[in-house]
Structures are given as structure tokens and as C-alpha cells.
């Protein structure tokens, strides 16, 4: 690909990765991803606002060789994570001129991660302007969104935000602006769930400061970029803000029968009761279609057979991810089964304990469910549902 005009002398020189199906080594990438970096000429001065993943680096070269770009004054860095920072280095050695402009907090980040040495920052404060001459950037502070060093662009003339991660998503695509809006929701929701979630308080707050701003064009780091800003604007405001709704989300795993019969009895008690299920098989599901689940849920009921007194290793696998996502669920239980012995409800519980859920009485039976089981089952989806309407989930 070349590089993309946004607006005259404002470009897309990035990287995109069809072939991408796995990262940081967990998060499944079903879509590829991109790796966006942006050019923009002042009348004086020229910015590049983020770099890419270092195995793409001869994507970037590649475009400011085409543009024959033969002078960058400012290298943005907005988050210090390498798949944005790892060509810094290769960039500051073909620009000897170039500066690196960061956040006070990211200054020594960058140093310990890309080895971008203190001569070639600069640090900027919240707010803080820098003239490119007929253009003037502001720099947004936004900690923790999603590391604590992170911080926004605008392009005051073009009213253009660059938000680094926020607003992104794992897509690969040769639009630079979104086409297909049911392919983006759904990618942008997963990658919310996956890595924006555990921060949303501080989203919470970011979207509130930037309502100050008018913006025509969101530009993110990955996926395509927004030229309808209140597409991404109005899902966040909903991931974010809104109450869960009448969903209970129902991870489980099966050894020999025995927690499917009772998935498959709870589910239909659910279900007559006026409660979506939505239901996962761990040993063949794709955890970023569990995280997207966990946006919306108001319950989380986990199935598990006991594997040497606990639950099953996939089981627990899933539990520490949804703990370290944080999902707004509001009630927390666990079903399942054993043969001997199990302490898997203490084990699970104390692996949840970032999320702030009332705990229901579990149900776990010795072998294969008998009738009072299945009575058992059916109160807990009773007062699942009874707790879903009393609190106005729908």
C-alpha cells in the first residue's frame, strides 16, 4: 500500500497486517490488525505521530521515501508500547533533527523499552501546543487509558483527534476510513473488551473532557479510522456508561457428562425465565468473542467439573481473564460437578476478586445431577431472573 491522504499534507503512513492471528501472545487477531502512523506538514514544521510495529518498519520507510519526506521535527509518541514506539530508534537515525514529544510520565518508558535516549525528547503538559506553523497540535493527557503514560493529539485546523489506542481496533482493511459498520462494531467492541475494559472509569472521564472538543476524524493505531466520530463516540458512551442488560454469560467445560446435563438444564431454565444465555464451550471457544460477551452481561454463571479438587485448568484459565477485565456484571455463581471431593467454588471465588459481584449459591453435585439438582438449578435461574428485574436489566 501507499501512502493515504486524509486531508492535503495530513497522511496515513502505516502498516497493515493481514496475517496477524496472534497479540502480546494471548489475544486471538481473527481480522489481522494495522499498525497506524500519521504524517502531518505544517507550513514550518513536520510531525510523525506514532511509528509501527517493528517487523513492519520497511512499510513506514517505505512511505516517507514516497511522500520524500527529507525532515521530521517531531516524532509523537502517544503510548510507549513497542507495537507504536519499536522504529522510533530507526526513525531518529534518519532524522537526526527529529525530537521525540511525549508525556512527562513516558520520558523514562521510553528509554527503558526502545532505548530512545534523553537528548531527543521533549516533554509536554497537558494542553501543552506545538506549532507546526499553519498547524498546531495539542497534546491531551489521558493516563491509563490503557497505560499511565498515554496521551491524545489534536490537530486544532483540522479538527482532527489521534487517540493512539482508544477507539481502535484489531482490523485489517485498505480503507483508511470504515466501510462495513457491523465489521467494525464488532471489532471494536472486542478489542474494548480485551484491553480497554479494565480501564473504563478513566475512559469514563476522557470521554467526558472530550466532548470539548469538535472533532471531524478520529485517526487510532489500529484499524481503520473514524470519519463518523459519533459511530465510536456513541458505542463507547454505551460500553462504558450504560447499565448491563438481562444477560447471563456461561463459560463451562465437561470431563464426563456430568456439568453438560446440567449447562444444558440451567440454559433452558434461563431461557423460560426471559433471560438470554450466552454460552461457551472453553475447549473450542475464542476468549475475544468471550471478552465481547462480558461488555454487556449482568451475570456470569461458571460450569466446571472438578480437575484434583479445583476447577478445570480452562475453567480457571477463564476466570483470570475476566477478573483482570473487570467486566459491570453484578452477580457471580458457579454449577458444575465432582467426583470425590472439590473446593472449586472457594478456588474460582478468590480468582474473581477484582469484580465487585454479589456471589449466588453455587450448585454442585456429586456425580450426575439427580432430581433435587435440577431443582436446585432451577432456583438459581429464578433468582437470577428475580435479581435481573428487580434491578431494571433489560
Known sequence: MKPIAMRPGIYWVGAVDWDRRLFDALIPLPDGTSYNAYLVKGSEKTALLDTVEPSMQHQLLAHLEHLQIGCIDYVVSHHAEQDHTGCIPT??????LAKVVCTPRAKGMLNDLVRVTEDRIVTVNDKETISLGDRTLEFIHAPWV????????????????????????????????????GQAYE????????????????????????????IDIIATSHGPAYDKPDFILKAY??????????IVVLPYVTMHGSTRLMVEHFVSALAERGVTVQQ???????????????????????????????????????????????PKVKFLSVIGSYGWGSKA??????????????????????????????KALDNLADTIAHKHKENGFT
Open 280 to 326: 461457551f464451550d472453553l475447549v473450542a471457544t475464542d476468549i475475544g468473542k468471550l471478552a465481547i460477551s462480558l461488555v454487556d452481561a449482568a451475570t456470569i454463571v461458571i460450569g466446571t467439573p472438578t480437575f484434583l479438587v479445583g476447577p478445570h485448568p480452562a475453567i480457571a484459565s477463564a476466570a483470570a481473564l475476566a477478573n483482570l477485565v473487570r
Open 345 to 374: 467454588v472457594e478456588q474460582l471465588t478468590g480468582m474473581l476478586s477484582n469484580i465487585k459481584a454479589e456471589v449466588l449459591p453455587p450448585v454442585i453435585v456429586r456425580g450426575l445431577p439427580r432430581e433435587a439438582d435440577y
Open 237 to 246: 458512551h454505551n460500553w462504558v456508561f450504560d447499565p448491563p442488560r438481562n
Open 187 to 214: 471489532a471494536a467492541k472486542r478489542y474494548y473488551a480485551e484491553i480497554m475494559m479494565p480501564f473504563r472509569s478513566n475512559i469514563h472521564t476522557h470521554l467526558e473532557r472530550l466532548k470539548g472538543y469538535p
Open 91 to 96: 526513525v531518529l537515525e534518519k532524522y537526526p
Open 146 to 181: 490503557h497505560w499511565p503514560e498515554t496521551m491524545f493529539s489534536y490537530l486544532k485546523e483540522e479538527r482532527v483527534l489521534f487517540t493512539c489506542d482508544l477507539f481502535g481496533s484489531h482490523l485489517a482493511a485498505s480503507d483508511l476510513y470504515v466501510k462495513d459498520e
